[in-house]
């Protein structure tokens, strides 16, 4: 019984950290002024934030230890690996795109205006 | 005209990950009757690696592993498979693609051969819109002449 709410707390605890890391991410989509800034907001972000999230829910499946259970997780365990190499590779071909496009990063001079 | 770009992280991470996505399609295209999924979103996924692989590298660097005149080719196997199977059933003397039927010159029960025979018309569909996915980004980065390419 006591075990149930120790992995509870830790399920809380993963998705209100994953949440917060999402929350992050999009303010700082939304508030960083330059395209590269904001590409590294949501790359680290939205990964870890997804990451975390996913993590609290295969915790939670594994209240009542069965083979069926033990696969989804481990189903969720590869959508984490997937994840984790991913994005961050999609946001650095973005960012490459963008370099190779002539997109001009933000200056201590255009800082200045 | 967009230049060609060549990058390690991304071809690294993309030789990796294209066996993983292959994979995956064909466990969605066999997993069908009993998850979400089935032939048409297992084809989508398998012809994606392929443009996954075209993006990442080079269009000629896949062509020569997977021939476009082969490609065309199975855009038209496709449609045969599900025909076929559909006719088979018609000759044995039953409705277009009533499988059941099927029981007739296979060793098994009739409901495991309408489930096979359910496999079959999947694995054709896949077959065709991988095929035909393939088809159209081609045609588009190629300006539709088959010929090399500039991207």
């Known amino acids: ?113 | 005209m967009i230049r060609l770009i060549e990058d390690l992280h991304i071809q690294f991470v993309c030789r990796i990950m294209v066996p993983l996505i292959q994979f995956f399609a064909l466990y969605v295209i066999a997993h069908g009757h009993y998850s979400p999924g089935g032939g048409f979103q297992g084809g989508c996924i398998l012809g994606a690696s392929f443009i996954l692989m075209m993006i990442a590298y080079d269009i000629e660097y896949v062509k020569k592993r997977f021939p476009e005149k082969f490609n065309t080719f199975m855009v038209a196997f496709g449609v045969f498979l599900y025909a076929a199977i559909g006719a088979l059933c018609l000759i044995l003397g039953a409705e277009y693609l009533n499988y059941g039927i099927l029981h007739k010159i296979l060793p098994a029960d009739p409901v495991k051969v309408r489930a096979l025979g359910t496999l079959g018309i999947e694995i054709g569909v896949g077959i065709t819109v991988s095929a035909v996915m393939l088809s159209i980004f081609l045609n588009l980065s190629t300006f539709g002449k088959h010929e090399k390419s500039e991207v």
Not at chain 1, 44 to 69: E, M, P, Q, R, W
Not at chain 1, 79 to 103: E, M, Q, R, S
């Open chain 1, 1 to 113: 019984m006591i075990v149930e709410y120790i992995i509870d707390a830790f399920v809380i605890i993963l998705v209100l950290l994953g949440l917060f890391f999402l929350f992050t991410a999009t303010v700082g989509l939304l508030r960083f002024p330059d395209f590269y800034c904001k590409l590294q907001a949501t790359g680290k972000g939205d990964t870890l934030g997804a990451i975390l999230i996913l993590l609290g829910v295969i915790l939670y499946n594994l209240h009542d230890f069965s083979l069926n259970n033990f696969l989804v997780c481990l189903k969720i365990l590869f959508i984490i690996i997937f994840i984790f190499h991913a994005n961050p590779v999609a946001t650095h071909a973005i960012t490459k795109a963008g370099l190779d496009a002539d997109v001009k990063p933000l200056t201590k001079e255009d800082i200045r205006k």
